[in-house]
Structures are given as structure tokens and as C-alpha cells.
């Protein structure tokens, strides 16, 4: 018997037109689906629960490397680059998946109502995670699903639902992590408003001291949190942004390599098509002009 989940997702797909990743009618809800392994990607993974209903994929964030199957999730708890593949996919059983961007207001009123709110005591967090996707998930998720055949009920369904799915995330295995996204204090906090100044200023030149300095933490001190959280340093965080919009500039604006070099904070164009080589495989050019034709 086929999985409900597996069947409603495959019913959707199979009504649209255009290619993967589908933007659907309801906010921060995206679907995905691939008949076929998947070359690395790169994105820009905003909070968000990231479900597999059918097949297997890995993301990798800096350093760390994450793998998730059909039954599973990604939690992200914090706006971070990253590249991701499609492992398990075929014409008769294609990899199908659903992003669900975390709606972080609901998530506090969820955990303010909670008669016993989860809480670990400690001041570390992580900014990514897999864990079990079963039972009241998946039935929330097959809902926002089907929710997609009657637009006209989005708006007053959808953040009933989103409680329902912060309250069994709140109160699950993983209920002190995911509660970190909404309670956050302390260092763990100043160091996330320190990456949203990153995030926010990618483009310009920016000191680690800087940095540290909003997180009222030392340099040193500063880049161990943030390596913990985001797997990867300042830098390897700021160029990866850096690289990922630039291709999204030449792509999406067709802007020139050279001025999107400049755009996103680079003064050398050639540094600019090294490091660009060195994250996507390929010179800028011969990238947008494959994505381009793709």
C-alpha cells in the first residue's frame, strides 16, 4: 500500500508544470522532487523542517556532512549556506521531499503554552540536525499537503497546523534543540545577532573582532561558537554567501562575472573565478552558461 504522504506528494507533482523545487500556494512550504541522483547543489537553507517522504539526500553545511532518508528530517535552526545531493532516486520511486520554513512566532507562543517546556540547561547549540519523522509529523505534513487543493483555506488552516507541528517538535526527542530556536540567551544568542550582522553585510569587509565584539565574546572564543553552530568559520561562511548570490545574480539578472564579482564584495574578478571554481566545479562562465541552457 502505498504511503499516504508518498501518494499526495507524488499527486502534486505530477500536476505541475516547470521543474523542481516547487514554490507552493502556501508560504515557506516548497516541494521537491527528482526521478534521478542528483549532482551537489548549492542553497541558502533558511529555519526550517526539511522531511523526506521518499528516497535519500545529503547536505553538507562547511565541514559537516548530514545524511537523511525517507522517514527522516533535517532540522536547520539558523540561515546557513550549503550543498546537498540527491542519493536514492529513480523514474519509479523518485526522491520526493518538503521544506517547511519554521514560522519562529508560532514557535514561541507554542513553547510559552507548553505546561512543561523542554530545557537542557546548557548554552551550546546546534544549528543542524536529523531526527525521526513519524506519527503526528507525518500527519501534519500530509495535510499541509493536501491543504494545497483548496487555496481558499490556506489562510486560516496553515497556522494551526504550524502549531501542531512546533508542539510535537517542542515536546519530541529533540524538544531542547529545537526550543533553542526561540528561547536562544546568553552567548548563544549574541553569537546568532553576530552572524545575522554577517548575513546581513556579506558583501562588505568585515573584522572578526567585529564580530566577536557583538557577541561580547573574544576572537577566539567568538569562532569556536560559530564554527560549532554553522559548521564552518566566518569566512568560509561570508564567501559562501558571497559565491552563491553572485550566481544568482548571473543567472536570475544576467549579470556579468565581473560585476557580480564586484556586487557581492570581491575586488579581483580573478580571485573571484578561483574561488567560484573551486565551490561549483566549473569557471563562472561555463557554470551560467550550463544553467543557462539547463
Keep these: ?57 545529503w547536505s553538507e553545511f562547511g565541514g559537516s556532512r548530514v545524511a537523511y532518508r525517507a522517514g527522516q528530517a533535517l532540522i536547520v535552526s539558523i540561515e546557513m549556506p550549503a550543498s546537498g545531493s540527491v542519493v536514492e532516486a529513480s523514474p519509479e520511486e523518485p526522491y520526493l521531499g518538503i521544506i517547511v520554513e519554521f514560522d519562529l512566532a508560532i514557535m514561541r507562543e507554542v513553547f510559552e503554552g507548553l505546561e512543561t517546556p523542554p530545557q537542557d540547561g546548557t548554552d551550546v547549540m546546534r544549528g543542524i540536525f536529523v531526527t525521526d519523522f513519524d506519527g503526528p509529523l507525518t500527519d501534519c505534513a500530509l495535510r499541509l499537503v493536501r491543504l494545497l487543493d483548496t487555496p481558499k483555506a490556506i489562510p486560516l488552516l496553515y497556522p494551526v497546523i504550524m502549531r501542531e507541528i ?24 549574541r553569537v546568532i545577532n553576530a552572524i545575522h550582522t554577517l548575513r546581513d553585510r556579506f558583501a562588505e569587509p568585515i573584522r572578526i573582532e567585529d564580530l ?29 554567501l558571497r559565491l552563491v548570490e553572485a550566481r544568482r545574480l548571473m543567472v536570475s539578472n544576467s549579470m556579468n562575472v565581473e560585476t557580480a564579482a564586484f556586487k557581492v564584495g570581491y575586488e579581483s574578478p580573478s580571485q573571484f573565478s578561483r574561488e567560484y571554481s573551486r565551490m561549483f566545479g566549473t569557471p563562472p562562465r561555463r557554470d551560467i552558461a550550463s544553467l543557462r541552457a539547463a
Design 212 to 240: 566577536a565584539r557583538i557577541a561580547q565574546l573574544s576572537p577566539s572564543a567568538f569562532h569556536r561558537q560559530f564554527k560549532a553552530l554553522t559548521s564552518m568559520t566566518p569566512l568560509q561562511y561570508q564567501k559562501q
Design 166 to 189: 512546533c508542539y510535537w517538535l517542542l515536546t519530541g526527542p529533540h524538544g531542547a534543540e529545537v526550543a533553542k530556536m526561540t528561547i536562544l540567551g546568553g552567548h548563544a544568542r
Design 1 to 57: 500500500m502505498l504511503n499516504p504522504l508518498v501518494e499526495a506528494v507524488t499527486r502534486y507533482t505530477d500536476a505541475q508544470t516547470g521543474v523542481s523545487p516547487f514554490v507552493t500556494a502556501v508560504d515557506g512550504l516548497t516541494i521537491l522532487r527528482s526521478n534521478h541522483e542528483r549532482r551537489s547543489s548549492h542553497t541558502i537553507f533558511k529555519p526550517a523542517l526539511c522531511i523526506v517522504a521518499q528516497g535519500a539526500k
